[in-house]
């Protein structure tokens, strides 16, 4: 029977990085590998299992397994940004393959796959993000190759019920893969609700301290699809540095600390503005207003996020206006970090954009939670 000592918490995992030491030194953190090439045998052989860091690196391999454990993955796979890792599960598709994607997504994302990859083969179709009916009528259709779902989803946090589009997925043949940086492997096990892969922009949570840019898949086969994908990796050449991938690990040694407090604070500030006149949305999945609530309180545990958006009364000027007042947030684009930021996402997306022009975006930091709600008051005036 499993017992606690063969099972640690995630808590536990994720402040030892696995709890490893090396065999040499005995040092509990671990050594940054920047060999580019690793030496064969005199019968040819490579006895320490390496070839080429285009491949794979030993830097790769504790924080890899981290994410797998906390996962409950059978494997997972750095590269060298959120957008790499996204895109490799694409490119691990052939011309004609159909493919079906959310309207409401990160939007760098759906950029490349709208113009970039649908140009160049794929069937790209998108559904409505809050409608299951439309996801599983266009999936009957499509008989897509992939669906994929963000949730909380960039930049308005709208819910995907995993368990319920995990059946769609194995319905109509479609490997079901989760874009859950924004939930991070604290909140939500999308594997456990029975998606495929899960992909994380590990420049955001993970890491969280705007660092490093990196992303991560996970999934849970090891199976030809996922063999597909580690050679689009090695093949594309997105891969991650040693140095980024030693920090990355180190960053997410205090994942839950960062996780727990951002979740924290932004709970607290979503349900102080919930009702400020100044605002028409505070847009929150933790709140019961918010359309996602229901199915985020099923899906999420130990908390919502640290991420929300705010919409002004006032409209585009005011929510500009909004955001130059801010002195205690920084005003950047990004998330999930030990700061809290803050952006006009409509003007970051430029042309095209769904976002609504009156939306200020929040990540939620660690900070004093007084501090934070004291800048949105004066920044309102
Ligand atoms: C939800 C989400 N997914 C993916 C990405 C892309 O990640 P990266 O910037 O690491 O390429 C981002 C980046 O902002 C994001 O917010």
């Known amino acids: 029977m499993a017992t606690d000592r063969d099972a640690p918490h995630p808590e536990t995992m994720a402040a030892q990085g696995l709890g490893r030491v090396t065999e040499t030194f005995r040092e509990i953190v671990p050594p940054i590998h920047t060999s580019t090439t690793y030496e064969r045998a005199e019968d040819g052989t490579y006895p320490g299992g390496r070839v080429y860091s285009r491949a794979d690196n030993p830097s790769y391999d504790q924080a890899e397994q981290l994410i797998a454990r906390l996962e409950n993955a059978k494997a997972a796979m750095l590269f060298s940004s959120g957008q790499a890792a996204s895109g490799a599960v694409f490119n691990a598709l052939m011309p004609g393959d159909a493919a079906l994607v959310p309207r409401n997504m990160y939007w760098a994302f759906r950029k490349w796959l709208l113009e970039f990859a649908k140009p160049r083969g794929l069937a790209i179709d998108l559904y409505e993000n809050t409608s299951l009916d439309d996801l599983a009528s266009k999936a009957r259709a499509l008989k897509p190759r992939v669906i994929w779902i963000e949730t909380p989803a960039n930049p308005t946090w709208d819910i995907t019920d995993i368990a319920a589009a995990a059946q769609i997925a194995r319905e109509t043949g479609a490997t079901l893969a989760v874009d859950s940086t924004v939930a991070t492997p604290l909140l939500t096990r999308p594997l456990d609700l029975g998606a495929d892969i899960v992909m994380h922009s590990a420049t955001k949570y993970l890491n969280g301290h705007s660092d490093v840019i990196a992303g991560v898949l996970a999934t849970a086969a090891d199976d030809e699809r996922w063999q597909k994908i580690r050679y689009v990796r090695g093949a594309g050449g997105a891969v991650l540095g040693p140095f980024e991938a030693w920090l990355l690990l180190r960053g997410m040694r205090t994942l839950h600390l960062r996780v727990a407090r951002a979740c924290e604070n932004a709970m607290a500030i979503a349900k102080h503005f919930e009702l400020h006149p100044a605002f028409s949305h505070v847009l929150y999945p933790g709140l019961a207003l918010h359309p996602g609530h229901a199915v985020a309180s099923r899906q999420m ?81």
């Open 301 to 381: 545990s130990g908390g919502y996020g640290g991420m929300m958006s705010v919409r002004l009364r006032g409209g585009e000027q005011a929510a500009k206006d909004f955001a130059a007042r801010l002195r205690v947030f920084k005003r950047a684009t990004s998330l999930g970090s030990v700061e809290s930021l803050a952006e006009h996402r409509a003007s970051v997306e430029g042309p095209g954009t769904l976002c609504p022009a009156d939306l200020v975006r929040l990540s939620i930091g660690v900070e004093h939670v007084g501090d934070l709600i004291a800048d949105i008051e004066q920044a309102l005036g």
